[in-house]
């Protein structure tokens, strides 16, 4: 069976001439042999109308009334369509999240996908019917209307075409399936058009890298319909309602893809930035403040702390402009037991680069300081992912930085994948072929996913400290480190009392060489600056999916090491990794603890 998830955004379902067009789109593929599944989000602006009415009756609203409300929109929005299908002669159906049996926890305004039954959708289809769901909503256990947070409709359309696609009612009779994102922009860019011009639509992007974009700003679709997509493997498509335009695919990540270093680039303008200094640097502390946030409900977006100079340690991280004072307040008792200080910076924005090609390919993140320090941008904070770099600069920054970020890369260049065809390319296949895996992932549809972790002794750290706080002493270091054609790993850089502290970690073999690369500049860097190298750490990585929009798993494992009295000197958080970097000589505990927390061992 070829089926299609069709996908309509709010706009592609504001007005009646739209509903139209939505409707004929969903009936042009089924008359090309296909079944058609339709996940709809509100009409328009609906749903922060309805936000609105109810803020003028309550201040704080019952939350389960609350999902009630905003429920109806999409209710309004199936109804509408599947009056449209009628008029055009086909069959068509609305069903509410209830009623094809959407099961989901009990989080009202947040609610996670548990389980989907399939039945009542199969049946319809078989009856020849396109089957149109409401988006965003579902229900708990008691039968209560729950929604999965903003813009969760995306979450919706690639959850159905997740279990459809691995439909144990089926009978091994597999389904070919795609899912189809219909919404005002006709794909995912390079960047954002908008803000540079000469950005180019991509025609594939992986599954990874459309995380780590969309948690870097880029903000096309809902992160957890990605999560979804990778999980379940689940092809998706991003293209425009109103044109014929192909769009980008999203898909698992094919070996011609890791040629180029970076794949785009994205701007996350309003964020502030926290650093705590003069902590001890104890097992823990890391743990005590993350909870102290965590606690306000506040999610922390980048992270550097670094390792200790003279008893003390200091952390650095950011979180959302508005959250800044919140942010703050959550601190103060702690940083008065502590006798630490709190700074801060309300006017910054992030900037980062994301491709699979970095993985393997080094002097990337030299690429990136030099396209920066040529317009004297300085860094505030740098941290990295696997697959991920990014930098903090001066909020007046942020949009020289990304185009010069963007221009350093050649994004703009038509590329194979980006504005010219992929030779020889069909569709990537995912490799999801562990039924007992499968099962466990459909009865718990979102639940964390924590597939492995591992140890890796292979690293050393290179910190370097007092450097002047200017722009271009990254790129002057980190071009001396690529000039030996030296992969760096890690990079964490936190900026204290006006002196940033940096660490990478490069593999134990060339720790040496990477340390004299460095002390041949060390001149340029400033007056003050330190350089030690230090052979004896491990890095415990725990791989999965949804590692930071379920924001436990982080406190987790920070709980966990800090139980056992465990120090971490760096860390490195990503959507599908976490890394820590601890002593050698407790790795393997390390590791171990980890494993019984995420029941792997
Ligand atoms: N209508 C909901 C919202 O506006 C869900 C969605 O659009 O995906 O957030
Ligand atoms: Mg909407």
């Known amino acids: 069976m070829r089926l299609v998830v069709q996908k309509f955004g709010g706009t592609s379902v504001s007005n009646a001439t739209r509903i139209m067009a ?25 749903t922060d109308e309805l936000i609105e009415l109810a803020q003028q009756i309550s201040e704080h609203p019952p939350a389960r009334e609350m999902d009630m409300l905003l429920a109806t929109g999409e209710q309004e929005s199936i109804a509408l369509l599947a009056m449209a299908i009628h008029t055009l002669g086909e069959k068509a159906i609305s069903l509410t999240g209830a009623q094809v049996g959407i099961f989901t926890d009990r989080t009202h305004g947040k609610a996670r996908i548990k389980e989907i039954s399939t039945e009542r959708m199969r049946k319809a289809l078989a009856e020849e019917q396109i089957v149109i769901v409401a988006g965003f909503q579902g229900i708990d256990e008691d039968f209560n209307i729950t929604t999965l947070g903003r813009g969760g409709s995306d979450t919706t359309a690639v959850a159905l075409a997740a279990v459809m696609k691995h439909d144990p009612a089926a009978n091994g009779n597999k389904h070919e399936i795609a899912c189809e994102i219909y919404t005002d922009v006709d794909g995912v860019y390079t960047t954002d058009p908008r803000i540079v011009p000469e950005a180019l639509k991509l025609d594939y992007i ?17 992160s957890r319909s990605i999560e979804f997509a990778m999980k379940f493997d689940v092809p998706v498509q991003v293209r425009s309602s109103f044109s014929d335009v192909e769009g980008t695919w999203i898909v698992p ?57 003279g008893g003390k340690a200091s952390i650095g991280f950011t979180v959302p402009a508005g959250e800044l004072r919140a942010t703050l307040t959550a601190l103060q ?36 300081f030099e396209a920066l320090a040529n317009e004297n941008i300085n860094l505030k904070m740098i941290t990295t992912a696997d697959i ?26 038509p590329r194979p994948g980006a504005g010219l065809p992929v030779a020889g390319q069909s569709l990537p296949v995912g490799s999801l072929r562990d039924l007992t895996a499968l099962k466990q992932r459909l009865a718990d549809m979102e639940g964390i996913l924590v597939s492995e972790i591992k140890l890796d002794t292979s690293q050393g750290r290179i910190t370097v400290s007092g450097m002047a706080d200017e722009a271009g002493n990254c790129h002057r270091l980190f071009r001396a480190i690529a000039s030996g054609g030296i992969n760096v790993d890690m990079i964490v850089q936190n900026l204290t009392a006006g002196v940033p502290e940096l660490s990478f970690s490069v593999p134990l073999v060339h720790l040496e060489e990477a340390k004299k690369l460095a002390e041949s500049v060390l001149t340029e860097l400033g007056p003050e600056t330190r350089i030690t190298a230090g052979a004896k750490i491990a890095t415990v990585n725990v791989l999965g999916v949804g590692m930071r929009t379920h924001t436990g798993v982080a406190r987790r494992m920070f709980g966990a090491l800090a139980a056992r009295g465990i120090n971490i000197s760096m860390i490195n958080t990503s959507e599908v990794r976490l890394s820590v970097v601890v002593d050698r000589d407790r790795g393997e505990e390390a590791c171990n603890c980890l494993k019984e927390e995420f029941q792997l061992a």
């Open 333 to 368: 008792p702690l940083a008065q037991e502590l006798q630490a200080t709190i700074e801060h910076d309300a006017e910054v924005s992030k900037v980062s680069i994301v491709g699979v090609g970095m993985r393997s390919q080094s002097g990337v993140a030299e690429r990136m």
């Open 253 to 309: 990540e094919s070996p011609w893809m890791t040629e180029y270093p970076v794949c785009g680039v994205a701007l996350v303008k309003d964020e502030a930035r926290v650093a705590i200094t003069g902590v001890p640097d104890q097992p823990g502390i890391s743990h005590r403040i993350f909870q102290a946030v965590a606690a306000k409900n506040i999610v922390v977006d980048m992270i550097a702390q670094n390792v200790g100079t």
């Open 388 to 413: 991920k770099i990014s930098v903090l600069v001066d909020r007046a920054d942020g949009l020289q930085a990304l185009r010069a970020v963007h221009r350093a890369f050649q994004l703009h260049v």
């Open 206 to 222: 992986s599954y990874e890298e459309m995380l780590e974009l969309a948690s870097a700003g880029a903000s096309v679709m809902h």
């Open 22 to 46: 939505a409707a004929r789109r969903a009936i042009r593929a089924k008359q090309e042999g296909r079944k058609v599944l339709v996940v709809v989000s509100a009409r328009g602006d609906k």
